[in-house]
């Protein structure tokens, strides 16, 4: 994950606020992105000629008023500074205003709320401030007048009228964000007995129309295509081979395919274990192309694991032969001939490279013993 450097009068407490993002449930992307507005926003009180402790509340709102000048779209409202005024708040480097008071029914009852989901609910704090907070504001805005908030008459053609109103202007994603936000204040209004009746029921699911046919696949030229771009000379050209053929072939998913291992694969029977959604575990038949090309990745990577372990025990100069090696490292017994003999015997194998360009078909004088030994091994090999 990349995190921006920070410059300015801030750099100092960068480290910092970040373990304190994290510290409040915030993900590393959220982390960065806040972060990199920290950034910004130490830039600009070193353009300004400002100190932190001259960080206030009046700062932070020239702050934004300067990136709206500038024709900036984002973190242009002084809400934008919360996080960073209370990080250094909390380290009592810049000074902290008088607590305000909740002043009217409005300002006390989503005071409640926010208590409520803290408390009760034990949502992060980030997450009332920045979701369910201002989208009960949102819904009780206008409803303040001289006899309070009128709840008591809240009715289900409020709750339709204000989502049509507002979800009309919002993506899909927004709109499932307000409609989970409001069911969760219904809910509340409710359980305080602000309201006599539950209406959470008015609220209805967000309707997603994007995408309702049928998946269409890439045409078989561009597959193709896709496949042939990779270069199977080199060993991530043939690793990117075997990606691809296992998401066009098999139709896998790329979680799937990253969680295969050795031993999901039966080589003999010709078929996967796939490791899917839900830990349901389902067996698919490998084709013969598939199967191939996951042989040549997995015969390199194996390569590469023995002459690692045999360097372990082995001087460079006894590395000549690759077959010997798998039976040293195995504890196998040592193959007859001496020098040149005892590498050309296995070299039906195709011996070059790493010393084996494909283990699965080596067929050797001397590859029923290796593979013996390699069975009596900690190396796991199933070939």
């Avoid at 979800?167 to 936000?181: E, I, M, N």
Wanted: proline share 5%; with cysteine; glycine share 8%.
């Amino acid at each position: 994950m990349w995190f921006p450097v920070v410059s300015g009068p801030l750099a100092p407490y960068s480290a910092g606020f970040v373990s304190w993002l994290v510290s409040r449930a915030y993900s590393p992307s959220a982390a960065a992105q806040r972060l990199y507005r920290f950034d910004q926003l130490s830039r600009w009180l070193e353009r300004e000629g400002l100190g932190v402790d001259e960080l206030t509340v009046v700062q932070a709102e020239r702050f934004a008023a300067d990136r709206r000048a500038a024709g900036l779209v984002t973190w242009v409202s002084p809400r934008s500074v919360v996080l960073p005024l209370g990080y250094l708040r909390d380290l009592g480097v810049v000074p902290t205003p008088a607590a305000a008071v909740a002043r009217g029914p409005l300002e006390e009852l989503l005071a409640e709320y926010c208590s409520y989901l803290r408390v009760d609910r034990r949502l992060s704090e980030h997450t009332v401030r920045d979701a369910y907070g201002p989208a009960a504001r949102l819904f009780l805005a206008g409803r303040e007048g001289p006899d309070g908030l009128g709840l008591e008459r809240l009715s289900a053609a409020d709750v339709s009228s204000f989502l049509s109103r507002e979800c009309s202007t919002r993506s899909v994603s927004g709109a499932r964000d307000l409609v989970c936000a409001l069911r969760s204040f219904l809910r509340y209004l409710h359980l305080a007995g602000v309201i006599e009746r539950p209406l959470v029921w008015a609220v209805p699911s967000v309707a997603d129309l994007r995408d309702r046919t049928l998946p269409r696949g890439l045409e078989p030229a561009a597959v193709k295509r896709l496949l042939a771009s990779c270069d199977r000379r080199r060993t991530v050209g043939r690793r990117d081979h075997a990606i691809l053929l296992l998401l066009s072939r098999l139709g896998l998913r790329a979680g799937e395919v990253a969680a295969i291992t050795l031993d999901d694969i039966d080589w003999r029977a010709g078929l996967l274990l796939v490791r899917g959604k839900g830990s349901r575990h389902d067996v698919l038949p490998l084709p013969v192309v598939i199967r191939s090309s996951l042989g040549h990745v997995v015969n390199v990577v194996l390569v590469l694991v023995l002459v690692s372990e045999a360097t372990r025990i082995l001087s460079a100069s006894s590395t000549s032969s690759l077959p010997l090696l798998c039976v040293i490292v195995a504890g196998g017994p040592r193959m007859p001939g001496r020098g040149a003999q005892r590498r050309q015997r296995p070299a039906s194998s195709e011996c070059a490279g790493y010393g084996c360009r494909s283990l699965a078909g080596c067929r050797g004088a001397w590859w029923g013993r290796i593979g013996r030994s390699l069975s009596r091994s900690s190396v796991t090999w199933r070939g």
